[in-house]
């Protein structure tokens, strides 16, 4: 009997389901024109981040039209939405608004041509190259199609638009800002990121650990200058500085379990002034990637271990042991909770059909909407895929064996219409599912 009922409970979810296809369907498709203004509006306007004052102005706007009580300045540039609808849940919908310092080289009529001070005073090239733009549009219209269908959820959405996702910084400053105390907070959370790994009009998800952790830690190698013509009367700290780079890859092959991934990559060496000359420092700048925190410690260890051992075996005094920083701006690893992931993934299978969904793999990428679920572990969160790339040619660079450019390239190249319609629907979907009455 129970099995009875229980069958018909999901044949009444799924029937509900299908029954929402069709005016989505429509409801999207009336507002296409309108999001996809919008997006080629973003996408030629970007902003770098903390800088996002035009687009986070936009996006109050449209969060107010569409009838959510807005405050602007959260965190900075944030932005935050709410819309009580009752009793229930409490949904939180994030969106990122920054952009990268990239020259866009895609072709597009709508392509980006702006260019801004950093925060060096260097004039740079900004575009939208990891996709932010198609966020805030998929969210605007997820909150113009949640305002429309009130009848049909219960709760509240606070629906955010974050800023400096791009530099890991916003979700923190959003959080010390009172996101969660002078605002509703979350029971559930709800992210999304493009990805040209799937074609545009498909899905992808992953139940636990979806991105890693992310530390950014800077080591200076000291040393013992001296003429490069008498190498006895000095410390070489580019001979060391290479010793530590080579040692570094061992912590990962010899000093965590090899089913519980790490990557330590060293991505620059900045040292040396001339070639007859032995200096005094190298500075390394590096990335660390983890999901758990036992293995985050090991590598980070593992660094200083590696750093120290090469000093002392160099014959440096233990004042000149490399000093080693992890910078502040860390994400930690974004955890999918196994409830709301797997029913969120059960209602677009059900929506779009199993074809359009696939379960992926974790990857090393980094992301701080993890900082909303590690602010408030007793919230339902999910972070799922939202395919990008053109399907033909998708297809066709999947023949080849080869990979169509992905986030941060100049040539990031989303197809718009159905990763916007997709999106839209995909997330107002799953937001009823949170929401449902």
């Not at 029937?15 to 509006?41: E, R, W």
């Not at 602007?72 to 709410?82: D, F, Q, Y």
């Not at 000149?320 to 974004?334: C, G, K, M, S, W």
Request: hydrophobic share 40%; charged share 20%; aromatic share 8%.
């Amino acid at each position: 009997m129970t099995k009875f009922y229980l069958f018909i409970l999901l044949m009444l979810n799924f029937t509900t389901h299908s029954a929402l296809a069709a005016p989505l369907d429509a409801a999207i498709a009336k507002d296409y024109p309108s999001l996809v203004a919008l997006y080629k509006t973003l996408h030629q306007n970007p902003e770098l981040s903390f800088h996002e004052t035009a687009t986070a102005k936009r996006m109050a706007t449209e969060l107010r039209t569409a009838g959510y009580t807005v405050t602007e300045h959260i965190g900075g540039n944030g932005v935050v939405g709410v819309m009580k609808n009752g009793d229930g849940p409490v949904l939180l919908i994030r969106t990122d608004m920054d952009a990268l310092p990239v020259k866009e080289q895609t072709g597009f009529a709508y392509a980006s041509t702006v260019t801004t001070l950093d925060d060096t005073g260097t004039r740079v090239p900004v575009m939208h190259a990891c996709g932010h733009d198609i966020h805030m549009t998929v969210f605007t219209g997820t909150a113009r199609q949640l305002a429309e269908m009130k009848s049909q959820w219960h709760g509240t959405l606070v629906m955010i638009g974050q800023p400096a996702e791009e530099r890991i910084g916003g979700a923190t400053a959003m959080l010390k800002d009172g996101l969660f105390t002078r605002f509703p907070k979350p029971t559930h959370l709800l992210g999304l990121h493009d990805s040209s790994d799937l074609p545009a009009g498909t899905l992808g998800y992953t139940v636990g650990y979806t991105l890693a952790a992310a530390d950014s830690i800077d080591i200076v190698v000291h040393g013992i200058g001296s003429h490069g013509s008498r190498p006895q009367l000095g410390k070489d700290p580019v001979l060391l500085a290479a010793q530590i780079i080579t040692g570094l890859q061992t912590i990962v092959s010899r000093s965590i379990d090899p089913q519980d991934p790490g990557v330590i990559t060293v991505g620059a060496i900045h040292g040396g002034t001339k070639r007859n000359i032995i200096g005094t420092s190298v500075t390394l700048e590096l990335t660390v990637r983890s999901y758990t925190d036992k293995t985050r410690k090991a590598l980070i260890d593992g660094i200083k271990r590696i750093a120290d051992g090469n000093a002392m075996a160099a014959g440096l005094p233990p004042e000149l042991y490399p000093t080693i920083t992890v910078v502040d701006a860390f994400a930690p690893a974004t955890f999918n909770t196994a409830k709301q992931t797997e029913a969120v993934a059960t209602i677009f299978k059900q929506h779009f059909g199993d074809t359009r969904v696939q379960a992926m793999q974790a990857i090393m990428g980094s992301e701080d909407f993890s900082e909303y679920w590690q602010a408030d572990k007793t919230a339902e969160s999910t972070f799922f895929w939202l395919g990008s790339a053109e399907p033909n040619a998708y297809a066709a660079a999947k023949a080849k064996g080869v990979s169509l450019p992905t986030m941060h390239s100049p040539f990031f190249a989303p197809d718009p219409e159905p990763t916007i319609k997709t999106g839209v629907e995909a997330m107002t979907m799953a937001a009823l599912g949170i929401l449902k009455k």
